[in-house]
């Protein structure tokens, strides 16, 4: 069936550490991801997505790895500071499914002074 | 200078009462959906409207109405509030249909459902 999943569901880095948060999906036929960053009582922020047809993007401190060989998909944050402490999520799409994203179950950054 | 509202933010009934929860966006987006966030923060999509249209509609009980009086705006009206209700309810909107053409989904700040 589809899923996306995070591989850990709480990660504690330190400050000024490079964060590392995973997420795999099933389906070979997703072709657009995003993840999203929720603080407590937020809605979900847009952080950065890719396409299928690139393996890396970089935005500012971020950065989204996709590994299509083995549905894989990664978003490191470069020198984490307090203010990224919040849920991470992947989510993904597949062409022909319109506007629905998928959403991975979520992966909470600690970040510790 | 807010982009996707939603109101109220906290909604506390009781079950079997009937309730609506209001959204709007001022980005000119042409899709505003309804999501719905469990205790395990899990986000589930609800519905999807394009141009005032229905496009997504998931495996969602009838007693969960939504209601696009115009593109800038979706409500989502709940009757026979169940205690399965109770979660977080998040508007957003997107340019376009989004997905894998890549049109951004912005959301709003949730409105907490609490059915006693």
């Known amino acids: 069936g589809e899923s996306v999943g995070l591989h850990l569901p709480t990660l504690s880095v330190q400050e000024g550490d490079n964060s590392i948060i995973n997420c795999a999906y099933s389906?070979?036929?997703?072709?657009?991801f995003i993840w999203y960053k929720q603080e407590s009582g937020k809605g979900p922020q847009f952080i950065i997505d890719?396409?299928?047809?690139?393996d890396k993007r970089q935005g500012q401190r971020v950065t989204v790895l996709l590994n299509k060989t083995v549905k894989h998909l990664s978003l490191q944050i470069a020198a984490t500071q307090p203010g990224d402490s919040a849920v991470y999520f992947c989510?993904?799409?597949?062409?022909?499914?319109?506007?629905?994203?998928?959403f991975g179950t979520g992966t909470r950054l600690q970040v510790t002074l | 200078d807010t982009a996707v509202s939603q109101t109220p933010k906290y909604l506390v009934t009781q079950m079997g009462n009937d309730k609506s929860i209001k959204c709007e966006q001022n980005?000119?987006?042409?899709?505003m959906y309804w999501y719905k966030q469990d205790s395990k923060k899990f986000l589930k999509i609800m519905f999807s409207?394009?141009?005032?249209?229905?496009?997504i509609n998931e495996t969602v009980p009838n007693r969960f109405s939504p209601k696009s009086p115009d593109k800038a705006h979706l409500n989502l009206h709940i009757n026979s509030l169940e205690l399965g209700d109770s979660a977080v309810y998040f508007c957003a909107s997107s340019r376009v249909s989004g997905g894998a053409r890549g049109d951004t989904q912005y959301f709003g700040p949730g409105t907490r459902l609490t059915v006693l």
């Open positions: 389906n070979s036929a997703s072709d657009y």
């Open positions: 890719i396409r299928s047809n690139m």
């Open positions: 409207y394009n141009n005032k249209e229905l496009i």
């Open positions: 980005l000119g987006h042409d899709t």
């Open positions: 989510a993904e799409s597949r062409t022909g499914t319109a506007s629905k994203l998928t």
